[in-house]
């Protein structure tokens, strides 16, 4: 049965990639970041050739990133932002990967995740598990439940026999499917049960940290809210952290602490999930929580939706400047010309928009939601076409 894993020694007050106080855990106590992304590139090189040479795409441009222990971080953007390349960097699966990822192990050490060998390696995989969007192209048809779970037990602790199956046998009663049906293949299970014997397969090693990849988006409605409630009492039993990779929103205000967004392999935004919904700072974000469904079906049309113009940008041939200009209503000359750093505007809270003190843009208590006072739009009128394009 997996366990906790003791934390390693404590360190100094912990910051965030501005120098931000790390932010608080669920429970109150402030802990230092389970892993640290920096400077995270993933290129891919596209065939042919432009005036200026070789082409590549960076599907992750330059990403920070921080996961703090015990917490559940949200990573969401539309689809083709970089999300799962970026979960799967984590996951060391993309060797193109440079920059930084370390990884505070249970043993205190710190470890670069991309520069890893030997025991140092099978401890990381150990540890860092992640849990698939499909969970029917994601477990092998021609090997049973006992031993789809109980693969990582034999790959990474050499377990054999009837320990290994009494492990096998404790985890898949942890994630509420029977253990009598460890013989059976998985085309015997319903997508819901699928989805449970891979979150069992990823915790079955004991693990601290998992990414869990759109893990909810293949599944029908009320498995998913299953779903989500196991993933949530699994993180409050055994002391998980979560990576939770999602274009949903809905689902990730639910189940988030913080939410990271994404777009165009670059973070514009970090915030505490509360605030982030109540007031975004980037335009971006602002257009994906108009996007939220209103619960009560009255109500439903009376919220402004805020709807992008364009299409993501070539990702080989990213825009100058700010990469979300081209779509941006508030757009202006320094926008398309000079690319906004990321800084910090409140404790906890980063952006990369040059404009984010001057815009107040709309939450989710706008106009529809239960909040009687929606905060006011911004004063300034978005520019017209001639005036993003003179």
């Known amino acids: 049965m997996p366990t906790e894993t003791p934390?390693?020694?404590?360190?100094?007050?912990?910051?965030?990639?501005?120098?931000?106080?790390?932010?608080?855990?669920?429970a109150g106590a402030r802990t230092e970041p389970v892993l640290s992304v920096r400077g995270l590139e993933v290129n891919y090189p596209v065939r042919g050739r432009s005036r200026r040479g070789p082409r590549h795409v960076r599907a992750v441009a330059g990403v920070d990133l921080d996961v703090y222990e015990g917490e559940t971080l949200g990573l969401v953007g539309e689809s083709g932002c970089g999300k799962t390349t970026l979960g799967s960097s984590i996951m060391r699966a993309r060797p193109e990967a440079s920059g930084s990822i370390r990884y505070r192990a249970s043993d205190g050490r710190v470890l670069e995740a991309l520069n890893l060998s030997g025991g140092d390696s099978a401890a990381y995989q150990r540890e860092v598990r992640m849990v698939f969007q499909d969970p029917h192209s994601s477990l092998n048809p021609r090997m049973t439940l006992r031993d789809i779970v109980g693969e990582p037990l034999r790959m990474l602790l050499g377990l054999r026999g009837e320990e290994l199956e009494a492990r096998v046998r404790e985890v898949m009663e942890r994630v509420g499917m029977h253990p009598d049906h460890m013989r059976r293949y998985p085309h015997a299970f319903s997508g819901g049960q699928r989805q449970r014997a891979a979150i069992a397969r990823a915790l079955v090693p004991g693990p601290r940290l998992v990414v869990a990849d759109e893990a909810?988006?293949?599944?029908?409605?009320?498995?998913?809210?299953?779903?989500?409630?196991?993933l949530q009492d699994l993180q409050d039993e055994l002391g998980l952290t979560y990576l939770f990779v999602s274009h949903d929103l809905s689902v990730v205000e639910h189940v988030c602490d913080r939410v990271a967004v994404m777009y165009l392999g670059r973070i514009v935004e970090v915030a505490p999930t509360d605030d982030l919904f109540d007031r975004p700072l980037h335009?971006?974000?602002?257009?994906l929580i108009s996007a939220v469904?209103?619960?009560?079906?009255?109500?439903?049309?009376?919220r402004e939706r805020v709807r992008l113009v364009g299409e993501v940008p070539d990702p080989s041939q990213p825009p100058p400047g700010c990469p979300f200009h081209p779509r941006c209503r508030y757009a202006t000359d320094l926008c398309a010309t000079e690319e906004p750093a990321t800084r910090e505007t409140a404790p906890g809270r980063t952006v990369a928009c040059h404009h984010a003190e001057e815009l107040d843009l709309l939450g989710i208590t706008g106009p529809g939601a239960t909040n009687t006072n929606p905060p006011a739009r911004a004063t300034r009128e978005p520019p017209t076409k001639q005036e993003k394009n003179p």
Do not use: K, M
């Open 7 to 26: 934390a390693g020694p404590q360190a100094p007050a912990p910051t965030g990639p501005s120098g931000a106080p790390a932010p608080e855990t669920p």
């Open 216 to 230: 909810v988006s293949a599944l029908d409605t009320s498995v998913r809210s299953q779903i989500l409630n196991l």
């Open 283 to 287: 335009p971006y974000t602002e257009s």
């Open 293 to 302: 469904p209103i619960p009560d079906p009255r109500l439903r049309g009376s």
